[in-house]
């Protein structure tokens, strides 16, 4: 049970699509499989409010929904979609707290090796079923989105991703 306890590390591609999930998703919340983001020593205004946005460590689904709400500039004509962003995110959180506390009804001494590796596949694939659920309410409001605001959600993301492909722009 300790690869729920002490963080994963990840290649990038894995890393990336852990830190989009804890970004939209709140998948992540209150679990061990939590994104890791690089720190950042100097952003721009803009890239500030998207690493807020992208931050989860003691943030509830609320709090980033809020703070994404905002770093994505969500206007007044789009409330529409991004409600169905926010009840997608509101419904990983609370799928991925069922099965935490469902997790935690099993001592870690009890488990085996396999019931350990059932575990974590419990975790894997409600984290996948979570970016479903998430990547079809987020793709409508995208295509709603004027390009510049695109852009912005594009370096949200590559907040999320370390920052990495936000070095590039």
Do not use: C
């Amino acid at each position: 049970m300790t690869s729920f306890i002490h963080p994963i590390t990840a290649s990038a591609p894995i890393a990336r699509s852990i830190a989009i999930a804890a970004l939209l998703g709140a998948t992540m919340l209150a679990t061990p499989l939590s994104a890791a983001r690089a720190e950042q020593t100097a952003v721009a205004p803009q890239k500030q409010a998207a690493a807020g946005a992208t931050e989860t460590k003691g943030e509830s689904v609320e709090q980033r929904i809020t703070n994404l709400h905002g770093a994505l500039k969500i206007t007044a004509e789009q409330e529409t979609h991004w409600n169905a962003v926010a009840q997608a995110m509101r419904e990983n959180a609370s799928n991925m707290d069922k099965l935490v506390a469902a997790n935690r009804t099993t001592p870690p001494q009890s488990m085996s090796a396999v019931d350990d590796l059932k575990s974590y596949e419990k975790f894997a694939q409600a984290h996948v079923d979570g970016l479903k659920n998430l990547i079809s309410s987020f793709e409508k409001l995208y295509a709603a989105m004027p390009d510049a605001q695109k852009k912005v959600a594009d370096g949200v993301f590559n907040t999320s991703r370390g920052g990495a492909a936000a070095s590039k722009s």
